[in-house]
């Protein structure tokens, strides 16, 4: 059997010229980062470049430990499609969100070599989410680190989010070149933020480049 394209997510859009670039490509959502980071964005420009470029993927925003009043608002502004908690927002904040906005939200966790502390946070979370996105942890840094985790751990992850009946993410240190020894692991959904840029902005040939070891992979019949 052939496996299945995994659902692609391309975050950290922090231009016109980087929306345009992922909506021509091949992903499946695109993410806006409203959270202070180097790729923050204002949610008014962000309502201007999707109209402008007329882009037609499901709409990411990502925050962290922010009010649920303005995550709500942001999310009606736009409107998001999805909403990705990147913080240490609590399941109250989820459940709020979710039942505020009506969007799909997802809850980010850190991989800890402990992987039973975070299988024990998606099963606590389920009731409330959609999704889960497992990230690499790095000390000081929310996300956009370039870092991979131990990929060994993706099959563990997607059974138990299986499991939930959730979806399940990897993100951290996905680019071109890893791509084709995480797609071994059978990642139902990826996330890409630095892995697909040059000198900090979307990158259209690294862009090309993925998708083509990604097509190439998942062809192959197992």
């Excluded at 009606?76 to 990705?84: G, N």
């Excluded at 992987?115 to 942890?137: E, Q, W, Y």
């Excluded at 059978?186 to 998708?211: F, N, R, T």
């Amino acid at each position: 059997m052939s496996t299945m394209k995994p659902f692609l997510k391309y975050c950290g859009a922090g231009s016109l010229e980087d929306v345009k670039c992922i909506a021509q490509s091949q992903a499946d959502a695109i993410g806006f980062i409203f959270a202070p980071s180097k790729r923050q964005v204002d949610p008014n420009q962000v309502k201007q470049w999707l109209s402008k470029s007329q882009c037609r993927k499901k709409i990411t925003g990502v925050f962290v430990n922010e009010n649920t009043q303005k995550v709500c608002d942001i999310t009606k502004h736009i409107p998001l499609d999805i909403v990705q908690l990147h913080g240490d927002e609590t399941k109250e904040d989820a459940k709020q969100i979710k039942q505020q906005t009506g969007t799909v939200v997802w809850k980010v966790f850190h991989h800890d070599p402990d992987i039973k502390g975070t299988l024990d946070k998606m099963t606590a979370f389920a009731p409330f989410v959609d999704g889960f996105l497992i990230d690499a942890k790095v000390k000081g840094m929310r996300g956009g680190s370039g870092t991979a985790f131990t990929w060994e751990a993706v099959p563990l992850y997607n059974q138990h989010a299986k499991r939930l009946e959730k979806t399940c993410i990897i993100a951290g240190g996905i680019t071109p070149e890893t791509l084709p020894e995480l797609l071994a692991y059978g990642p139902k959904a990826i996330d890409l933020s630095s892995g697909i840029e040059e000198d900090g902005k979307k990158s259209s040939a690294k862009i090309k480049a993925l998708e083509e070891r990604m097509l190439n992979n998942v062809r192959i019949s197992k």
